[in-house]
């Protein structure tokens, strides 16, 4: 795989239409909640793993999730990640998860290479965190698909982030499978924790926010999602900071004119977070 991908990603950055290393790649947002997430048998569980049935097989898979935030762009550079345990109070079987999925210099050097507007640093000391492991072993269990995690720079505004992604769109043509982790709503001092197995459970709040960020999702108009911080109430409610937010401006900054979007794992949960997911191309 290492070498394939190698191969792939040293082919150039500047591949035409018409003669494309390989099929251009859909995009991934996931709504990826409670770390239980990643061990539960659950309608989440089982969402994540039919959409890696569905999607063409990745060379590589570069994730952004609402976990790392840096100073600065970062983008995970070592040859074997460790999976990170992020997270506490949960049972004991959690912490003895462990994804040893392969990671990809290669990647990492041509994603650094991509993006021209911004420097994006190699790291080697992160890893996998548990907004990348927790979706991708559902999806990959077989953990033989390498995993490259680009950082969130705090510093950046909502349109910086976008734009950002935008240049990421040369490695969709390269096999890459590009994954944004976080939750569109996700308000933990709010959450209803006797609604926690309650799927299907939203305050008003939460089901308009939600509704109006599927609306323009579904309508391409991404403008009120970047400048999401001027869109009333329930927004401030559901995005009360950022970094579950962002990961689906990388997405969405990835979707060409015309190109569909579709929604999975669609449900709320304890009162203030949605798993919505987005599938474009």
Same mark, same amino acid.
């Given at each position: 795989?290492?070498?394939?991908?190698?191969?792939?990603?040293?082919?150039?950055?500047?591949?035409?239409?018409?003669?494309?290393?390989?099929?251009?790649?859909?995009?991934?947002?996931?709504?990826?909640?409670?770390?239980?997430?990643?061990?539960?048998?659950?309608?989440?569980?089982?969402?994540?793993?039919?959409?890696?049935?569905r999607?063409?097989?990745?060379?590589?898979i570069?994730?952004?999730?609402?976990?790392?935030?840096?100073?600065?762009?970062?983008?995970?550079?070592?040859?074997?990640?460790?999976?990170?345990?992020?997270?506490?109070?949960?049972?004991?079987?959690?912490?003895?998860?462990?994804?040893?999925?392969?990671?990809?210099?290669?990647?990492?050097?041509?994603?650094?290479?991509?993006?021209?507007?911004?420097?994006?640093?190699?790291?080697?000391?992160?890893?996998?965190?548990?907004?990348?492991?927790?979706?991708?072993?559902?999806?990959?269990?077989?953990?033989?698909?390498?995993?490259?995690?680009?950082?969130l720079? $705090?510093? %950046?505004?909502? +349109?910086?982030?976008?734009?950002? @992604?935008?240049?990421?769109?040369?490695?969709?043509?390269? #096999?890459? /499978?590009?994954?944004?982790s976080?939750?569109?709503?996700?308000?933990?001092?709010?959450?209803?924790?006797?609604?926690?197995?309650?799927?299907?459970?939203?305050?008003?709040?939460?089901?308009?926010?939600?509704d109006?960020?599927?609306?323009?999702?579904?309508?391409?108009d991404?403008?009120?999602?970047?400048?999401?911080?001027?869109?009333?109430?329930?927004?401030?409610?559901?995005?009360?900071?950022?970094?579950?937010?962002l990961?689906?401006? $990388?997405? %969405?900054?990835? +979707?060409?004119?015309?190109?569909? @979007?579709?929604?999975?794992?669609?449900?709320?949960?304890? #009162?203030? /977070?949605?798993?919505?997911?987005?599938?474009?191309?």
């Amino acid at each position: 795989m290492t070498g394939n991908l190698s191969n792939l990603l040293s082919e150039g950055l500047n591949t035409s239409s018409g003669d494309q290393a390989s099929p251009v790649m859909p995009v991934l947002f996931v709504g990826h909640g409670s770390p239980m997430n990643a061990i539960e048998e659950n309608e989440f569980a089982a969402g994540w793993r039919e959409m890696g049935t569905r999607l063409p097989r990745p060379s590589a898979i570069l994730c952004v999730s609402a976990h790392w935030q840096s100073k600065g762009t970062k983008v995970t550079a070592m040859e074997k990640p460790e999976t990170i345990h992020d997270f506490g109070g949960f049972p004991r079987e959690l912490y003895e998860v462990q994804y040893p999925a392969p990671g990809s210099p290669e990647l990492a050097h041509t994603t650094a290479a991509t993006v021209r507007a911004r420097v994006v640093e190699p790291d080697r000391a992160w890893g996998l965190d548990h907004g990348a492991w927790s979706v991708i072993r559902r999806m990959y269990p077989d953990a033989d698909v390498p995993v490259v995690e680009l950082s969130l720079d $705090y510093q %950046l505004s909502p +349109q910086q982030h976008y734009d950002l @992604a935008r240049e990421l769109a040369p490695l969709r043509k390269k #096999g890459v /499978l590009i994954i944004g982790s976080g939750n569109m709503v996700h308000n933990l001092g709010l959450v209803s924790w006797e609604h926690m197995n309650t799927s299907g459970y939203a305050y008003d709040w939460a089901l308009e926010a939600g509704d109006a960020m599927k609306k323009s999702i579904l309508g391409g108009d991404h403008v009120p999602l970047i400048s999401y911080a001027s869109q009333g109430r329930a927004f401030r409610l559901a995005i009360p900071t950022p970094e579950h937010f962002l990961p689906l401006l $990388y997405a %969405l900054a990835l +979707q060409e004119p015309g190109e569909p @979007a579709e929604l999975f794992n669609d449900k709320p949960v304890a #009162g203030s /977070l949605t798993m919505t997911s987005v599938k474009i191309g």
